[in-house]
């Protein structure tokens, strides 16, 4: 830590709130979206998330790093956020799997990290002021240049980052979720042995897909089949899939007028249909419905949302900064879920054809595994047809 010691860094938000620290990872600058994230565990999987890209990430957790990174845990083949801003980064690595330290795995992708910065203080200034721009910056003389440069950095809203993130083209994927084996200090053992017979073929959406979503469809039984974003509707459909899936990923979701066109499609066809997250908010707006920009969005591991048909609350992990707005959905979807925290939207389904959505993340199994039963529901889905 002595030489992260070494380099005064400063973050700088919109309205003028300058934090300093000291800089990790890369040393250059950076600016996007500041939100924060509650999860305590699970930081490798947060910066290979895609849905982060475009945003600066700070964590609530005091400590960061203590486990280093190893890709057995990422989400994606790299980090996609903006920039990392944590309390207090760990000074040491404690883990058998652990190939690379925090910094040195961001310094290796380009992106700049702060620490010694009051992650409270940020947490309650966003949630006064909802969401803001901000720079990360070693240059720490002119903290009002690195203000001007956060008032100057591009909003989120009308932005189409899944351009950004999704494959270049399509792929398939067989890895199912750990058999329990899980892996030895040597590398013994297949991690992904005894994968289940398959029964469906879908056709997923990559907006920025996780690698967590992919191994649960997988273990579900199907085959998939993962095709980019700008797939048109006839595309997916000649692959001759028995559902579809639309995935999850970063940005405005009214700025990505292709993906609803092939997802209002795609509900016409009247193939089963499951959509996470982006993939819930573009299939809310391909029924006509509309969207909105949140405050300051839901990020974390811990966020309870009620099933409204059986009444059960599940503990469960989100990420995103738009939702769906109930009121443009009366009378072209049936509300599911919703959130305790602010009664927003969180689940939807169509009154007649195979369709369904949920705006948080199943597969990320935040402690409990509550929501995984939406997996099922899909194949189920997909048994029905063939009926």
Known sequence: MADIEKSPALLALEDGTVYRGWGFGAAVDSGGEIVFNTAITGYQEVLTDPSYRGQIITMTAPEIGNVGVNPVDFESSRPWCA???????????????AQATL?????????????????????RRLRETGAQRAVITRRVNDPGAAVSAAVKHPQLEGRDLVKEVTAAKSYTWDEPLWNGAGLEPNGGGDPFANKPPVRHHVVAYDFGIKRGILRHLRSSGCSVTVVPATTTAKEALSLKPDG?????????????????????????????????????????QALGGKTYKLKFGHHGANHPVMDLGTRKVEITSQNHGFAVDVGSMEGRAVLTHVSLNDKTVEGMRHD???????QYHPEASPGPNDSCYLFERFTKLMDERRR
């Not at 801003?85 to 690595?93: D, I, Q, Y």
């Not at 910094?103 to 947490?123: K, Q, V, W």
């Not at 899936?245 to 499609?265: C, I, K, M, Q, W």
């Not at 007649?352 to 949920?358: A, D, G, K």
């Open 83 to 97: 920039g990392f801003v944590v309390r207090e980064l760990s000074p040491a690595v404690s883990n058998w799997r």
């Open 352 to 358: 007649s054809l195979p369709v369904f959505s949920v």
């Open 103 to 123: 910094h040195d795995f961001l310094a290796a992708h380009g992106i700049p990290g702060i620490t010694g910065i009051d992650t409270r203080a940020i947490t």
């Open 244 to 284: 579809v899936f639309l995935s999850n990923g970063p940005g405005d979701p009214a700025a990505l007028p292709y993906t609803v066109e092939a997802a209002r499609e795609l509900v016409a066809s009247k193939l089963p249909v499951f959509g996470i997250c982006l993939g819930h908010q573009i299939l809310g």
